[in-house]
């Protein structure tokens, strides 16, 4: 656990040096250095951390897109099983079609 205002020692809630700095981090780091290299040192950090945060949005809604696309997909071979399904239904009536009962005017004659 690392604090905003101190960090702790490693009695107290196992107290860890932290290992990056966070843009806001880097900000203050640059009002307090105040030459012209850590200037633009923390500049282009500030830019990687914006393409960083660009990159994570552009990752998020391309899994949003490739789940709706397998969602799809998903439906499309149920719907493909039910049509196959079908034409097997259909063909297995023409195979084997029912005798229908002639129409029409019968005589008494004929039975």
Known sequence: MVSQ????????????????????????????????KA???????????VK??????????LKLDIEQIKKKLTN?????????RYLDELIEKQEKPKP???IGFVSDDQG
């Open 76 to 84: 499309q071979d149920k719907n493909i099983e039910l049509v196959f």
């Open 100 to 102: 229908r009962k002639r």
């Open 39 to 49: 200037t633009q040192i923390s500049i282009r950090i500030i830019e990687v951390f």
């Open 5 to 36: 205002n101190a960090i702790p020692s490693k009695q107290h809630l196992g107290g860890f040096l932290p290992y990056v700095f966070s843009e806001h981090g880097v900000l203050q780091l640059a009002n307090v250095l105040r030459s012209e």
């Open 52 to 61: 960083m945060r660009e990159m994570l949005t552009d990752t998020l809604s």
